[in-house]
């Protein structure tokens, strides 16, 4: 056949009938398959489907491709391989066909392929293109089966690309698709993945192809058979096992009766088996259509009879083989993540570990090799346990036979491969030199393990872990240490040689091992093979000879070949638990139901009924019950009654009753306060997740799993909280139905609820949604994994609807997780930020109390405390003589679940209790101690208490139905006893609500004061004193409260198999409880006496029966108790079946008795009596100093206990003189629930979970910690760190986060990115805390909260202060216009006096400018001068809601404004262009150089020369424009140190009109303004300017702005346009205008003069345009408004324009002032300064009296980023004003400040020391010349202007006490100010540049000629000569 597929047939008919042919006969019904050509195409081998296929090579890329170079057997070096060129002009790139169309995944997995039927699409890999696969279509009959065979030899593909088809030969195939090889082409390399389709539709990686898994064939014999062996379930169908042994019916009918010992393999399989969702190309994946082929082989026997490998495979067979396990895995993960959660696989015990997906019990173990073993018959029977073997290293043989006694695991094969894979974080010590720990040191290492387990320890597979770990860790410590060095050495030493543990070593040193362990653990050593270990391992165990074995270690070694292990667990008590553990929570259930269902346990009940020998428990019940009918006798019955009376007759009522209403604790308030702080921090984020101040309101839901009480229990503290009236959400008449909106119970009624939360939340995008998932760690099922028909409807929901997109592109949905054990949301795909999580703080730091709680927490680690040696009580205990009833009845029935057996026990213990304290004493015998404890507690509590307060006792049983045949048995023999008044029986299940009797409700009612007639207790909390047993049921608590009441907590029940972190923490935190933390410190006398007896430290009673009074007719409790060990446990069952002996015949009722207290005579003779009975078990459980001290102790105690006045009578005869009469007092005061308030409850374990709580690692953490967290997370690696005792939550969160990976049925599985950021999701949070600490108090209060600040940020604090000076200003009658005017009228305004008085009260403290002669006390209202820096605290403002036409800062980003503020939905900054802008200014005698930043977006509000794009003008609109959407006057905001504050967003005050908007600001400042405001134009001053201040802005933009018009004038004279029509005003705004108000006058009264008015808030675009309409406005050189005051009065607005100072918000006719400017080296008043410049030149200052701007008050920036400093020192020493002036060439400190600055500041503060005449000197000002400068509250001044024709006051009258000259110019000559007459001493101040100036400035104005200088009168500002000081000079008046 010549060519290289020498075995293709060429026609496809034949081809297909030859593999149908081949493949019915495999399986085919017959025993033996027709041989037609089997032996042409297929190796003769072991056709079967196998769990764990015996291979130990991992299926890694990098091993097939070596393995497939090597060729064949033969070492020939492989034949270089000559590709054949390509056809001219084709296409050569790598990824793409020679049709030149893309074939990469990544490119085409979203496109919409053809695949042929019949064909599937697979990814090619190229050798030059490593990261990418090439897509193909092949036909599937070439490609293997899941086992690596079944493939069609040959080729048939198509090209996706191109389309091409036909293509027969992979060599041509290849040479399209241009893969480029170098060698032969073989579709075994290169065809790598299936491709599969994911929930999305793209096209993904899916599961490797299996071309090989045959790897072992060449370890064994070439004739090896295989008779009578079974088919397997694969690892990922899906299909879980159980333990039941009731086959179903076979599928075939007509199968023979042999097959149902196969069918027993797959019982409980569910009627449809579970798929995953990925398609395989739109059709079924060929694991499903395998596993629709095995579902039927499954049922009947599949033997192939013997089939011979006639010698070896052929070389193009290599590869054709079973699954190897880790490519099974794949397909796990990959195919099917259901299955894992069927089959629980990790619950503990040696079961949690990532990928064993099992197949259940009781499936038949994993197929291997070699020759099979068979399983012997009757096993079960006589080993009494079903022996599971755990798969080691190497192969594993066949098992057949009885394979339903035997359970096979790979868990511990998937822990050594773990092990031996070296994981990424230790590649840095370089794997080269370290190897992982050897297959050989392993296995030693493991028996070590076993060797030093005690009889009742079950293997944990996490401790295996951490062994392998530390020795690895150990014996490459050197080259770790070396590795960590800074410079590595470029030849490292070789470590040490250790020397290895040989394959040869290895069964003489386990036997050494084991030789200690007497026999515990027994190593068997084969020579051959594992089968002949196996097969004498099950003879041994069949003659009994194993009896004393828990494990059995089978080894396989020789030398030449690697070692074969297994590991059997024999150990009755650990192959059960360990079996158990395999079963997934369902399965749990499923199978205690069937056995419930099945009538199994009846052989349980019968058995208990031969044990008493007084007859059947239901025998006796009936004659108590018989007896006492007719006539109570029983006076607990009788004593039910009694509280009942004395409360009728009024004299003793308990008043310790009380249930905690809503009321929030200073940590839930330091929750809430961090949970506020990061959503303000995702808020303050740059990625705009969450724009809080777009929000106006809150409203949430709250999502709560379907437990009925949880549900109800949340409503509960919704409705107290009160948090629906605070947050506005509902009225106050509130209504259950309103409430239970708010909260959503996850069921099946869920969805409808949902949907109107997602429909509220879109139709209100201006509230903020807070979606809370409470008890977050319960059901996290990925939604996919939810669709199949066996789950439950609830799960996946919370994936289905927290997850669902709505939810996660919602901008105002914040999603709170809260949890108690956050693990399995804190794994490698997490969906919740690092950042995100909040953890409950800790109480204490350093020793320091944080918070100060009343009440103190006792939780999962105060528990474990207790059991330390030198606490009082424990309150963790185990009941050992419970544990060993259950050992013994599990080693009686194998075949029970232990949760049904050990149910069955705990009812028959609180049965008998029952019956004890009935007064049937000979019950005792059948109760444990602590049964007893807990019943007689329980059924005499309500006793003790004057009302009838009792206990509460939770009796845990997770599973339901056993649940329920406990409630029915316990509630039976309440019934017989008469005791259904004296407590309650409780059926706690989690979808049914409370159901009480109607007696216990009254009483309810009663306590709490309810007078409803339907009133029921609809949570647990309600219950608080109530006597009851609550049977708490259902798989996991769902996040259900417990009262205060609760004293016990009986989890012997729980499912101790299940050894999974959430669940055991969960289960112990129903117990976690507070205690008033005052009580608790302060004991009884009596207990400081007994806490020193050892004894009494292991009590299993209570402090708070010490001193308890008991009245009944039950028995002195045994003193059994003080035989106590620490050990916490019960005295041991030898003394329970003795327990008997203690307890006397049933008495008449005492009237005092104490059950805990014995008196010394009675203690005596029950100690002999014990010591008969069981010295020996004592002796084993006490220390020998307990024995010695047990007299002594305990004579004195009760002797101290007698004398003590506190401790209550004892009953007996040694102490008959403690007086009798106080005993009602007593019981009046001892109320067993006030008592049980007080301690935390006590908790009962199963021994095993007691052990794994207590004991701790070596880190000293409780070993429950270092348990998975999960089950549905795994380990990422088994290379992982212990976790540390010392981490925080956070580290512990980060720990997991590095180290836990989520299984495929886990909701985060898909929500991976490489790592990648954006993996979390922005507006989602974690709150983390222990159980029952207060987290609902806590998130409640986070609502509230957050609801205050939202209210908080659409509000701000304005200024709202009175005008000042009024009493200065004239009053005048006369008044120029009218109130109700719109408008100015010119003509009349030009006769309006201008005011000069500052009325503003920002310059409370600047000095009052005079007009005219005026005579003003010295008060003034002028009070004394307050520091410049006070003014800013001290100012008054008031709390102002921002209204729709506010302007906003940074943080303000709404919808509307998005666009206008430059975010587009991809935050790319907008783009912007930098313009120079330069024009000449005579006065600063240079040219100025400005810079616009514009952005794109603004460009059209300027002109750009044509050919250069260069800035030529701001375009400028008409005078006679009108439009009502434009603002004509461009608006201009200086600026400084607020970019983040400043208001600058005007979209909203603009009402959306145009406008053009400028910052100016410094240039230093220019990229932090630039990257806020990306859309805004800014003005950037020049570099000069960088420490100037507002002067220099509003000189520049003044400047700026009349340069524009004049160029505008000229540009639009060219189009016709007369220049004044071009609008000459432009305004300046300060950054802190808010908002903008009109008053409306109503003038429609009968009198002229009446009016009214009303004020309201309005746009900025009203106000602009109604002034921009104001009629001749261009003759207005200035118009402002009022600052905006709650005060004003009708007075300030009777006169609706003034002619006066205008501040902070102006419009400025540039044209008109244009020979009037702003000082450029002002810092402040520069405005006040203008404006009298403004007035004296002749030019009209307006002001809108019925618009007033509001301030808000910020706190950064402005003025006061001015700090003056030293400019040597660097320290921040604050320098006081004095210090700002020195004297001219001192040594003088120089400060860092512009000098200007440095003058106006001392002016301010300390002007009086220049003039001194002028201190409150009122009515003789200072004369200030042609500026107005700050001198101070106490000193007045007056303005006169030297320009000609300047208006100024009259002065003829007015005699001043000084002269300010400030920088004068030409205009000052000396004729003018001989004008003006000064008092005698008057001063006088000049200010220079210079001091050369100075004089030139004295000679010039001829100032010696009345003015006497001293040379010392010289000074200067405090700066350094480079920072040009200024000079002053100072005189005095002649």
């Not at 039927?117 to 050798?127: D, I, R, Y």
């Not at 609109?1517 to 905001?1533: A, G, H, R, W």
């Amino acid at each position: 056949m010549g060519n290289s597929y020498a075995g293709q047939l060429k026609t496809t008919r034949f081809e297909e009938v030859l593999h149908n042919s081949i493949e019915a006969s495999l399986r085919s019904n017959n025993l033996v398959p027709r041989p037609i050509f089997s032996q042409l195409y297929l190796e003769a081998e072991q056709q079967l489907s196998s769990l764990e296929a015996g291979s130990r090579a991992d299926n890694e890329e990098e091993e097939e491709e070596e393995e497939e170079e090597e060729g064949s057997e033969s070492s020939s070096p492989p034949v270089s391989y000559q590709v054949k060129p390509p056809p001219e002009g084709c296409c050569t790139t790598d990824g793409f066909c020679q049709a030149g169309k893309d074939l990469r995944l990544v490119s085409i997995s979203n496109e919409h392929i053809e695949v042929p039927s019949g064909f599937l699409l697979v990814g090619a890999k190229s050798p030059n293109l490593p990261d990418h696969l090439l897509v193909c279509a092949v036909d599937k009959r070439f490609l293997p089966d899941d086992n690596g065979r079944n493939a069609l030899l040959g080729f048939s593909g198509n090209c996706v690309g191109c389309g091409k088809k036909g293509f027969c030969y992979f060599t041509e195939f290849s040479n399209h698709i241009n893969l480029k090889l170098t060698t032969q082409p073989k579709k075994q390399k290169h065809l790598k993945y299936y491709l599969v389709r994911n929930a999305q539709g793209a096209l993904t990686k899916g599961s490797v192809i299996c071309w090989k898994g045959a790897e072992f064939r060449g370890r064994q014999s070439s004739t090896s058979t295989c008779s009578s062996t079974l088919f397997q379930l694969p690892e990922s169908s899906g299909l879980s096992g159980s333990t039941s042994s009731e086959p179903l019916p076979p599928a075939n009918p007509s199968a023979p009766a042999g097959s149902q010992q196969t069918a027993a393999a797959v019982d409980h399989i569910p009627s449809t088996a579970a798929f995953s969702s990925a398609v395989y190309n739109g059709k079924e994946s060929p694991k499903q259509q395998l596993m629709k082929n095995n579902l039927s082989a499954l049922t009947r026997p599949s033997v192939l009879g013997t089939l011979t490998n006639s010698g070896p495979p052929k070389k193009r067979h290599k590869g054709w083989s079973p699954e190897s396990p880790s490519s099974t895995e794949t397909w796990n993960l990959q195919l099917n993540p259901q299955a894992s959660n069927r089959i629980k696989n990790d619950g503990g015990s040696l079961s949690s570990l990532p990928h064993s997906a099992l197949v259940g019990p009781a499936s038949s173990p994993m197929v291997g090799s070699g020759e099979p073993v068979s399983v012997p018959d009757n096993l079960l029977k006589i080993c009494k346990a079903k022996p599971v073997i755990f798969k080691g290293h190497g192969n594993f043989p066949y098992l057949c036979g009885n394979i339903n006694d035997v359970i096979v695991s790979p868990l511990l094969y998937t822990c050594y491969r773990n092990s031996q894979s070296l994981s990424r974080a230790y590649e840095q010590y370089g794997a080269s030199t370290i190897q992982p720990v050897s297959e050989e040191m392993q296995l030693l290492l493991t028996v070590y393990y076993l060797v030093q387990l005690a009889a009742d320890q079950v293997p944990l597979i996490e401790d295996l872990e951490q062994i392998f770990m530390r020795s690895w860790r150990e014996s490459h410590l050197c080259e770790i240490r070396q590795y960590q060095q800074a410079v590595p050495q470029p030849f490292p030493q070789l470590p040490s040689p250790i020397t290895p543990v040989t394959s040869a070593q290895l069964p003489w040193l386990a036997g050494l091992a084991a030789s200690s362990c007497s026999d515990s653990v027994h190593i068997i050593e084969c020579s051959y093979s594992l089968a002949e270990g196996l097969s004498e391992m099950f003879k041994l165990l069949m003659e009994g000879k194993l009896t004393k074995t828990n494990y059995v270690v089978i080894i396989c070694a020789s030398r030449n070949r690697a070692i074969d292990s297994c590991i059997v667990i024999t150990g009755k008590y650990q192959a059960r638990v360990l079996s158990e553990s395999m079963l997934s929570p369902s399965d749990y259930q499923k199978e205690v139901n069937y056995q419930l269902v099945t009538g199994k346990v009846e052989t349980l009940g019968s058995f208990f009924s031969t044990l008493c020998p007084e007859g059947d428990i239901d025998l006796l019940l009936e004659k108590f019950y018989q007896e006492n009918q007719g006539h109570i006798s029983s006076s607990l019955s009788a004593s039910v009654n009694k509280p009942t009376a004395v409360n009728g007759a009024g004299t003793a009522v308990c008043t310790s009753y009380e249930i905690e209403r809503h009321q929030i604790r200073p940590f839930q308030l330091a929750v809430a306060q961090k949970l506020l702080s990061h959503i303000c921090s995702i808020a303050d984020s740059s990625t705009q997740n969450l724009d809080l101040g777009s929000f106006e309101k809150i409203d949430f839901l709250i999502c709560v799993p379907p437990s009925e009480v949880t549900y109800q229990q949340t409503l509960f503290h919704l409705w107290h909280s009160g948090i629906l009236l605070e947050l506005g959400l509902e009225k106050e008449h509130l209504t259950k139905q309103r409430v239970e909106q708010y909260v959503m119970k996850l069921d099946a009624e869920a969805q409808i609820k949902f949907k109107i939360f997602l429909q509220n939340s879109m139709q209100n995008p201006h509230t903020l949604f807070v979606l809370i998932h409470d008890h977050a760690h319960w059901d996290l099922m990925s939604a996919m994994h939810s669709l199949y028909p066996q789950t439950e409807l609830s799960t996946g929901l919370v994936d289905r609807l927290l997850n669902c997109r709505e939810v996660k592109e919602a901008p105002n949905i914040v999603t709170l997780h809260v949890t108690s054990f956050p693990y399995a949301l804190q794994t490698q795909h997490t969906h919740i930020s690092p950042y995100n999580e909040i953890h409950w703080p800790s109480s204490y730091s350093n020793g320091v109390d944080l918070y100060h709680e009343n009440k103190k927490y006792f939780g999962l680690s105060e528990f474990i405390e207790s059991t330390l040696s030198g606490h009082s009580i424990p309150l963790l205990r185990y009941d050992s003589s419970f544990e060993a009833m259950v050992m013994a009845l599990g080693k009686r029935f194998p075949r029970l679940h232990s949760a049904v057996i050990r149910t069955f026990v705990l009812i028959q213990h609180y049965s008998a209790a029952m019956m004890a304290v009935c007064g049937l004493s000979q019950m005792k015998n059948y109760t444990s101690v602590e049964t007893l404890e807990i019943t007689q507690n329980l059924i005499n509590s309500s006793r003790q208490c004057p009302s009838g307060h009792g206990l509460m006792v939770v009796l845990r049983i997770p599973c339901v139905p056993l649940a329920a045949v406990a409630y029915e048995r316990l509630y039976n023999v309440r019934e017989r006893l008469a005791l259904e008044d004296n407590f309650e029986i409780i059926l706690g299940n989690p979808n049914s609500g409370i159901t009480i009797g109607k007696h216990f409700v009254e009483q309810l009612k009663i306590w709490q004061k309810i007078e409803d007639v339907d009133w029921r207790p609809q949570t647990y909390l309600e219950l608080e004193g109530l006597p009851c047993i609550l049977i708490f049921s259902g798989m996991d608590p769902q996040g259900e409260s417990l009262p205060r009441s609760l004293r016990y907590c009986d989890l012997r029940l729980i499912n101790s198999s299940s050894l999974v972190r959430t669940s055991l923490e969960q289960e112990l935190g129903l117990a976690a409880y507070f205690v008033s933390s005052e009580i608790h410190t302060e004991k009884p006398v009596v207990n400081d006496v007994l806490e020193s007896d050892p004894e009494k430290l292991s009590s299993t009673d209570n402090e708070d029966e010490e001193i308890a009074t008991e009245g009944s007719t039950s028995e002195k409790r045994s003193p059994m108790k003080r035989e106590r060990s620490r050990s916490h446990d019960s005295a041991s069952s030898s003394l329970s079946s003795k327990a008997s002996t203690f307890c006397t015949e049933s008495s008449p009722p005492q009237a005092l008795s104490n059950s805990t207290e014995e008196t010394t005579n009675n203690y005596e003779r029950q100690k002999q009596k014990v010591d008969k009975g069981a010295q020996t078990t004592i002796s084993k459980h006490l220390p020998p100093v307990t024995e010695q001290l047990d007299m002594k102790q305990n004579i004195k105690s009760t002797q101290v206990s007698i004398t003590s006045s506190s401790s209550p009578p004892f009953s007996s005869s040694s102490s008959s003189s403690a007086p009798t009469h106080n005993s009602f007092i007593l019981q009046t005061s001892q109320c067993s629930m006030t008592k049980a308030s007080k301690q935390p409850p006590i908790v009962f374990l199963p021994k095993l979970v007691y052990d794994i709580i207590t004991s701790t690692d070596s880190s000293g953490l409780p070993k429950s910690s270092s348990l998975l967290p999960y089950h549905s997370v795994m380990w990422a690696s088994s290379f992982r760190p212990l976790m540390s005792k010392m981490m925080t939550c956070t580290e512990q969160s980060l720990y997991y986060r590095q180290w836990t990976v989520p299984k495929p049925i886990h909701m985060d599985y898909n929500n991976r990115n490489e790592g990648r950021m954006d993996t979390f999701h922005p507006r989602r949070l974690l709150l983390s805390g222990p159980p029952q600490i207060g987290k609902t108090g806590a998130y409640l209060q986070f609502l509230s909260i957050l609801s205050r600040m939202l209210i908080r940020l659409t509000e701000v604090d304005v200024y709202d202060e009175e005008e000042i000076n009024i009493n200065i200003k004239e009053e005048s009658d006369q008044y120029y216009h009218q109130p109700g005017d719109l408008w100015p009228d010119l003509e009349s305004f030009k006769k309006t006096p201008f005011d000069y008085t500052i009325h503003d009260p920002k310059y409370e403290d600047a000095s009052l400018i005079c007009s005219k002669l005026q005579t003003i006390d010295s008060e003034a209202d002028r009070s004394m001068s307050r520091r410049q820096e006070d003014m800013y605290t001290c100012r008054q403002t008031t709390r102002m809601r921002l209204s729709k036409y506010a302007a906003y800062n940074t943080y303000h980003h709404c919808e509307q404004c998005h666009q206008y503020m430059g975010f587009n939905p991809r935050y790319q900054i907008y783009e912007s262009t930098l313009h120079a802008f330069a024009f000449s200014y005579s006065m600063l005698g240079e040219e100025i150089q400005l810079h616009f930043i514009i952005p794109k977006s603004k460009e059209h509000h300027f002109v750009f020369s044509q050919p250069g794009r260069q800035l030529e003008s701001m375009r400028l609109p008409l005078v006679t424009d009108k439009s009502e959407d434009y603002i004509k006057s461009p608006t201009f905001t200086p600026t400084t140190g607020r970019h983040e504050h400043g208001l600058f967003n005007l979209y909203h005050a603009m009402d959306g009109a145009s406008h053009l908007h400028v910052l100016v600001v410094k240039e230093y400042e220019m990229a932090i303004y630039k990257k806020y405001w990306p859309n805004h134009i800014m003005l950037v001053l020049p570099s000069i300017f960088n420490s100037a201040g507002v002067g220099a802005a509003h000189f520049l933009i003044k400047e700026l702005s009349y340069h524009n018009l004049e160029l505008e004038r000229n540009r639009q004279e060219e189009l016709g346009i007369k220049p004044q029509d071009i609008w000459p005003f432009i305004v300046i705004s300060d950054d802190s205008c808010v908002m903008w108000n009109a008053v409306e006058v109503d003038c429609s009264g009968d009198r002229k003069s009446d009016y009214t008015w009303t004020e309201r808030n309005v746009s900025l675009k009203q106000i602009l345009q109604h002034i921009e309409a104001t009629p001749n406005v261009t003759h207005y050189a200035l118009i402002g408004m009022r600052k905006w005051s709650s005060k004003t009065n009708s007075a300030e607005i009777k006169e609706p324009f003034s002619c006066c100072h205008v501040h902070d918000f102006i419009m400025l006719n540039v044209d008109l002032t244009q020979n009037v400017q702003y000082n450029q080296n002002r810092f402040t008043c520069d405005d006040v300064d203008f404006n009298l410049r403004v007035h004296s030149a002749g030019l009209l200052i307006c002001r809108f009296n019925h618009f007033s701007v509001m301030k808000k008050q910020i706190a950064v920036g402005g003025q006061r980023s001015f700090h003056i400093k030293s400019k040597v020192s660097d320290n921040s020493v604050s320098i006081s004003p004095a210090q700002y002036i020195c004297a001219p060439d001192s040594k003088h400190t120089f400060l860092a400040a512009p000098a200007q600055l440095l003058l106006e500041k001392y002016l301010q503060y300390h002007s009086h020391r220049f003039f001194p005449l002028s201190l409150k000197n009122y009515s003789h000002p200072v004369l200030s010349v042609d500026c107005y400068l700050n001198l101070g509250p106490q000193i007045a001044v007056c303005y006169v202007s030297s320009r000609p024709h300047s208006l100024n006051i009259s002065s003829s009258g007015l005699t001043f006490s000084g002269l300010l000259l400030y920088l004068c110019d030409s205009f000052v000559v000396a004729s003018f100010l001989k004008k003006f007459h000064f008092l005698k001493g008057a001063t006088l101040c000049v200010i220079c540049q210079d001091r050369n100036s100075l004089r030139q400035t004295v000679v010039r104005l001829e100032l010696e000629d009345e003015w006497q200088f001293r040379l010392r009168d010289e000074f200067q500002t405090a700066n350094a000569k480079e920072d040009r000081p200024l000079f002053f000079l100072t005189g005095r008046h002649i």
